[in-house]
């Protein structure tokens, strides 16, 4: 079982494909949006892409827990990252949570709403305690669902230099070290809960320029990968 970014996607088929079947795959969903449940009155999202549409569709629903609930007795391991937790989420009229990802923008799933929903930012207090109520959900349903010794958090710090060692301080609306550290304080929450996390060393942060889906600072070159990979498992083999 996987949840989270591209980075556990990629990870997956690059390198752990051939060694595991996957049983669910559910991305691109923040856990403060699995916390808050389904988000009503929307319309359908119209993507191009069968996969973009269903990581909106599962985040619209905040089906993270439906799925633990139906994949955990057969999942050697539960793999998860929180680089979705930078894209911050948007506060839903009935009270629910969507990640604000690009791929929901461009659904117009938002657009029957006026005004447009708010923003909660990524590492303002608001989201950190969303995020802290939203971490002890998640351990809750580990710990009911006796995943817990099976589930591991990859906590990556993020790339400020290319492979070409073009600097990446800022990217897009980012800071990169500070959402590096903002990212790397929510694993920690985890950890604290009792979920296993295993941090990967700052020198393999590095962005590939000639990675799939672009350069970017959580787009990284091999070894991350292979670090990454060998975590996974590592994990698994201990189950």
């Given at each position: 079982m996987l949840f989270g970014g591209c980075l556990m996607g990629d990870t997956y088929?690059?390198?752990?494909?051939?060694?595991?079947?996957?049983?669910c795959y559910v991305a691109r969903q923040s856990l403060i949006s699995?916390?808050?449940?389904?988000?009503?009155g929307l319309p359908d999202p119209k993507l191009g892409s069968a996969f973009q549409k269903r990581c909106v569709d599962g985040d619209i629903k905040g089906d993270?827990?439906?799925?633990?609930?139906?994949?955990s007795a057969d999942a050697d391991v539960f793999a998860m990252d929180l680089l979705v937790e930078r894209l911050g989420v948007l506060k839903m009229p009935d009270r629910t949570y969507i990640t604000?990802?690009?791929?929901?923008?461009?659904?117009s799933a938002l657009s029957p709403l006026k005004p447009a929903p708010p923003h909660i930012r990524e590492g303002t207090p608001q989201h950190q305690n969303l995020f802290h109520r939203?971490?002890?959900?998640?351990?809750?349903?580990?710990?009911?669902?006796?995943?817990?010794?099976?589930?591991?958090?990859?906590?990556?710090?993020?790339?400020?230099?290319?492979?070409?060692g073009r600097p990446m301080h800022k990217f897009q609306r980012y800071d990169v070290e500070a959402i590096s550290s903002l990212l790397a304080g929510y694993a920690h929450t985890l950890q604290e809960?009792?979920?296993?996390?295993?941090?990967?060393?700052?020198?393999?942060?590095?962005?590939?320029?000639?990675?799939?889906?672009?350069?970017?600072?959580?787009?990284?070159?091999?070894?991350?990968?292979?670090?990454?990979s060998e975590q996974v498992r590592e994990k698994?083999?201990?189950c």
């Open positions: 088929h690059q390198r752990l494909k051939g060694d595991f079947s996957l049983l699995a916390m808050s449940g389904p988000t009503s993270l827990y439906t799925k633990i609930s139906r994949f604000r990802s690009n791929e929901l923008i461009k659904s939203a971490a002890f959900h998640l351990a809750d349903s580990l710990n009911g669902h006796d995943l817990l010794s099976r589930t591991i958090v990859i906590s990556t710090p993020l790339a400020n230099v290319t492979s070409t809960l009792g979920i296993e996390v295993r941090r990967m060393p700052p020198e393999l942060a590095v962005a590939d320029e000639d990675h799939q889906w672009g350069a970017a600072p959580w787009h990284y070159t091999a070894p991350a990968y292979d670090w990454i698994a083999a201990s």
